[in-house]
């Protein structure tokens, strides 16, 4: 996976900041994606592009589990966040939706804005391209690649039922 850098060295952005409350009841990606990140840069949804990727400080994703933060960031087709580390509600919401977020604390020290990313989950490297660095991150266990490989846990759960039912 490949995109350009959204940089938010801000430690704490929480799931409010992601996608402000008074939305989250708006029905469906596309509609949420429009107010993706208002709570820390109103102009994000405009100017990010299809597969981007965020890059973050501590504990992105803090605060309330609420699933629509990750909807809002899959609606707006950010490819992936990566952060130094993840509110645990949050990270489990984006794995469980198939969306992809790696912890790479390395990363946010050394990209910035605009810089061409690369996510490479066989090899456990983010690769900034725009400078030739590389940063390792701890690889998904086998569970985990499997979730996001079929686009999150109800299609995971779907296909080992059909599997199961079919055998």
């Not at 994000?44 to 973050?56: E, M, S, T």
């Not at 933060?69 to 130094?84: H, K, N, P, Q, S």
């Amino acid at each position: 996976m490949r995109g350009r850098a959204h940089l938010f060295r801000q430690p704490r952005i929480t799931t409010d900041a992601i996608l402000p409350s008074r939305h989250a009841g708006i029905e469906g990606e596309r509609q949420l994606a429009g107010h993706v990140m208002e709570g820390v840069d109103p102009a994000f949804a405009a100017r990010v592009q299809k597969g981007d990727i965020l890059v973050a400080g501590d504990e992105f994703g803090a605060g309330a589990a609420r699933e629509q933060a990750v909807w809002a960031l899959r609606g707006a087709r950010v490819g992936a966040v990566i952060a130094r580390s993840f509110g645990r509600g949050f990270y489990r919401d984006a794995l469980n939706n198939g969306f992809l977020v790696v912890e790479c604390a390395a990363a946010l020290d050394r990209v910035e804005d605009g810089d061409l990313l690369e996510i490479d989950l066989r090899e456990g490297l983010v690769k900034n391209l725009t400078k030739g660095e590389a940063f390792k991150f701890a690889p998904f266990t086998p569970f985990a690649m499997e979730i996001l490989e079929a686009g999150g846990l109800l299609p995971y759960v779907l296909r080992q039922t059909t599997g199961a039912s079919s055998a």
